[in-house]
């Protein structure tokens, strides 16, 4: 299906120039090389199949502890309607189950086993490479616990394959701050503002990619996609998104066609 923007405005970026001066986040004034095509990609769900990779440890865990298959559907339920912390749904599942392991037990093995269940789609490798071809500069902007963040970075392939990284328990910022977005943009060697931001989430993606003055792309899946593009930018609460698509590989296409 062919992406369409949503109300955007032209996409144009501004004139490059060889060095600029720009302020870093501890206050400093530092030499920044300018970079006029910057791709920060989210890494769960976005760049990787975290869901898939969930699924498949919920059913590992019912395993393991003699759980049929419907708690392996509860187990999913919770995690992808959940509001808070992992901690937080650790702490649920030990009373759900009676457990006698600690919630930080069942939270560090969670964290050991992910990286070595999640992958990253052939076709989402593919477009970094491409993209790197063309000569973009790539970065990842992700919430969550360094060694697991990490580890699926590192585990998939990633990390060959893009300029730098944020996780957000590694730097301190959590998205939708726009200064995490900032700051994996200069470990690219590059400015946020005008650069893109892509990914699933509509408050930590879109509106905080926005906020950073990055321009951004809404992946998500069929039914929602088709939706918002009838719907315009009434469908969306609050920064609507230069394009929605269904794919990275079709997000990849727009970021190479500007």
């Not at 990787?48 to 559907?73: K, M, N």
């Not at 973009?136 to 730098?164: C, E, F, H, P, Y």
């Not at 809404?218 to 009838?230: F, H, I, K, M």
Request: proline fraction near 4%; charge should be negative; glycine fraction near 8%.
């Amino acid at each position: 299906m062919v992406a369409k923007a949503m109300g955007a405005a032209e996409l144009t970026f501004p004139g490059a120039h060889s060095r600029h001066r720009k302020r870093t986040m501890v206050g400093r004034w530092d030499i920044v090389p300018a970079v006029r095509r910057l791709a920060l990609f989210d890494l769960d769900d976005t760049l990787v199949d975290r869901r898939g990779a969930f699924h498949t440890w919920a059913q590992e865990f019912a395993v393991t502890y003699g759980l049929d298959d419907r708690w392996v559907t509860w187990l999913d339920l919770v995690d992808a309607h959940r509001s808070g912390s992992m901690e937080q749904f650790f702490a649920a599942v030990r009373d759900q189950f009676a457990l006698a392991e600690s919630v930080e037990n069942l939270w560090r093995q969670y964290r050991r086993r992910m990286p070595e269940l999640t992958t990253c789609p052939a076709v989402n490798l593919a477009a970094l490479v491409e993209l790197r071809a063309a000569g973009w500069r790539i970065g990842i902007v992700t919430n969550g616990m360094a060694d697991n963040q990490l580890g699926k970075i590192r585990s998939t392939g990633l990390a060959t394959l893009v300029d730098g990284w944020c996780i957000s328990a590694d730097v301190g910022i959590r998205k939708p701050d726009p200064d995490i977005f900032r700051l994996a943009a200069q470990r690219c060697g590059a400015y946020a503002e005008g650069g893109w931001m892509v990914g699933d989430s509509l408050p930590l993606d879109v509106t905080g990619g926005h906020n950073a003055g990055l321009r951004t792309i809404w992946v998500t899946d069929p039914g929602l996609a088709s939706v918002a593009r009838e719907e315009g930018p009434e469908f969306f609460v609050e920064h609507v998104p230069e394009f929605v698509v269904e794919s990275l590989p079709e997000a990849a296409a727009i970021l190479l066609a500007q």
